[in-house]
């Protein structure tokens, strides 16, 4: 198997509305989605967005799985400067997410905070002086 994410599918209660949420946010839905499932292209890969009972019936999953519940993940948008992370936070919630932990400066020497987006998803808007983010907003680890 080749290190790397392809795509990252979230499962939504409200389609319209997730899709509608991203869009505020600036992001470009592709013509490649339809009226089931929404794609975003991001540098070198894709964001879904999919009816979360689908998407569970898709996967398998067994019944009673409690919608909304954290399920061990979050997706993280590295910013250029600490500037960038307030106003990322301060875009989202204006677009309807709920903000999860204001930024601070973090412990591993950085400046995070989080929000969920209209389905729970949760996250992190980070950045991080250690890490290098490629002009096309590529993450480049260090020594890679």
Do not use: C
């Not at 992190?124 to 907003?137: I, R, S, T, Y």
């Amino acid at each position: 198997m080749d290190q790397r994410l392809s795509i990252i599918t979230l499962g939504v209660h409200d389609l319209a509305r997730a899709k509608r949420f991203y869009e505020t946010l600036g992001w470009t839905a592709s013509p490649a989605g339809n009226a089931h499932i929404v794609f975003f292209q991001l540098p070198g890969m894709v964001l879904g967005l999919y009816p979360r009972a689908a998407l569970a019936d898709d996967a398998q999953l067994p019944d009673g799985v409690p919608p909304g519940r954290f399920g061990g993940m979050a997706i993280a948008y590295n910013a250029r400067d600490k500037a960038e992370v307030d106003r990322v936070l301060q875009e989202a919630v204006a677009a309807g997410a709920r903000l999860l932990k204001p930024a601070h400066d973090a412990f591993w020497g950085g400046y995070s905070g989080y929000f969920a987006d209209p389905d729970g998803h949760p996250w992190e808007v980070a950045f991080n002086p250690h890490w290098e983010l490629q002009k096309d907003g590529s993450l480049r680890l260090p020594g890679r």
